[in-house]
């Protein structure tokens, strides 16, 4: 709803600014917002803060109420289930009153049973005293004085004896590399500025490898550190000059080799060496071919070491878009014999390899599974699916660093289930349930409904859509409240996942969906494929279809109706607000993409280059760039009635830059009729995940809850 307010709405300068390409001349007023050294963008920036402030300060009640719900319902003090690690049990607790996360570990108890029992973690309790506790790192004590604080890379060496650790107190994605003898509790001397998030020991613990980040944000090169020596003297292990291309290194699960891989969007390429070799050479394992994706993951079959590729090459001239599993010998890794042949309707996506078995994780109709293989002395065993007596879920590995293990640690959750943690036995088909995210205050997921629906694009391609509502507070028959989410790029997939904060929505009525668009991956590569470079335009029309659907089916009403989706998901938002504002009461957009075309015009900006195989590269090609300004948000900006719009940014973004929504609000604010409301959040500190902290989350989360809220008139409920 829109408030008067003795707080005027900035209007911001003009200051024109010609962009030329393809003989194609563009005006920009508003780039002069770019420079975030400059005073009066800073100024802007805050008025922007000040009129939103003024325009939502009647919610401020019901934000400290959402707030407080989420408080409520949330175990504050808790701990993870453990993970067994060489001689250790690895977890993290929290704490109530306090922001971040403490890592934690304790001796796995002498004379510990065999067999399964000896995998069991222990029952540890908040209020107990735990044996032999070792706090390997304490958050809270690391983001002390800082108003933003991450932690990147969190690697205990193989022999439990030494830790590497990162931190980001700014929020640019650039990290400070430390280490800390875990036996005296002692830090080393080495630090290392500047890196990106990550670090892998080599076998003996003698060497850490890193990784750096060019001027855009790339991380381009690998480097060997070798721990009590100075900086200076590391060793350039690998660098990746074109730059499409990201740069990463680990080990596997069996211990026996690093791997750093290459990748594009489109493209990868991987290189291999032994751990216990640290300074020799990494050998290619496939060269790279443009187009060409593929894993490798060591396992030991019939006693014989071997890689298993996942690939989409050509397999019987036909591309395996869905990506097929095949073997090969380490010493030969281009000699491929298939596994698992190319389906159309699954979409593999990983294999893990452990002594005894292999876990295969892929998606078919739209949801995520599981399946276990197992190894016999001959080679493969049965492969057998774990299945949930659930309408919607998400499955996935989770923690499970040990080669050989008798159980295997996976997640399960849905809209209506709070993530739940299980130990599978592979030898017997158990599933052992270790833990419930605990939800306080009497949640019940039987008071909750959760749903899938399907709307028709204007292609004739069935869109996915997930709904969760709760029982008897939604009106039947008639159109209620109802948030609808969408993201669609990058072959993300938006599976089905719990909320504690979205209980303050569902309880006031409000339904929330998620419209599984094209650009996404829940269907599959193609899915992908076609939402994407020049079919982009499928993401936001099948948005609209999924929205006009839920219309006339009854379940809401343009009045009631908001959007919703953050990064490229506001590329979405901003989209869909120039093509069919008439649907929506608002559009919540966060840190949102909304300049696409400028940004991608500017290979000098972070991670502009390696974009282009998402979107195609317009300085290069013209038809690129007339598609691209086409459905660019900010280019479409016309004059007409939009619904009313919260913008939420962050200063120190470096994947969606501050100045995108900034230059969108300003031009929407000159430019468009009505007077629905129109809002710019800067959070003045804090990076593309917005802010640090998970109190300073739920506030950020309560505010924009109320302004949903408040939006389809349930302020008041």
Known sequence: MSVESAVAAPIAKTVPTE????????????????????PEVISHLQAE?????????HLQGLREKIFEEIKSRTQETDLSVPTRMGEFWYYSRSYEGKQYGVHCRCPIASGAAEGIDAWTPPRLEVDSEIPGEQVLLDSNELAAGHAYFALGAFSVSHDGNLLAYSVDTVGDERYTLRFKDLRT????ADEIAGTAPGATWSLDGSHVFYQTVDESWRPDTVWRHRLGTATEADVKVFHEPDERYWVSIGSTRSEKYLMIWVGSKITTEGWVLESDNPEGDFRIIMP???????????????????????????????KAENFVLAEAPVADPSNLTLLIGHRDDVRLEDVDAFADHLVLSYRREALTRVAVWSLTDSGYGERRELEFDLELFAVGSGANPEWTQPTLRIGLTSFITPMQVFDYVPATGALLLRKEQPVLGGYDANDYAQHR?????????????SLVWKKGAVAEGQPNPLLLYGYGSYEASMDPSFSVARLSLLDRGMVFAVAHVRGGGEMGRLWYENGKTLTKKNTFTDFVACARHLIDTGRTAPDRLVADGGSAGGLLMGAVANLAPELFQGILANVPFVDPLTSILDPSLPLTVIEWDEWGNPLADKDVYQ?????????????KDYPAILAVTSLNDTRVLYVEPAKWVAKLRATKTGDAPLLLKTEMSAGHGGVSGRYEKWKEVAFEHAWVLDTVGLADE
């Open 49 to 57: 803060n000040a009129y939103t402030e003024a325009q939502t300060a």
């Open 19 to 38: 962009r030329v390409h393809h003989g194609d001349v563009f005006v920009d007023e508003y780039e002069w917002l770019r420079d975030k050294e400059d």
């Open 185 to 188: 509790g002692e830090p080393l």
């Open 627 to 639: 598609y691209m300004k086409s459905y660019s948000p900010y280019e479409n900006v016309e004059a």
């Open 453 to 465: 629906d399907w709307a028709i694009a204007e292609d004739g391609t069935r869109i996915p859509i």
């Open 288 to 318: 790279r071919r443009e187009g060409v994706e593929y894993s490798a993951e060591h396992a030991v079959i019939g006693g014989e070491d071997r890689f298993l590729i996942l690939h989409n090459d050509v397999v019987d001239g036909v």
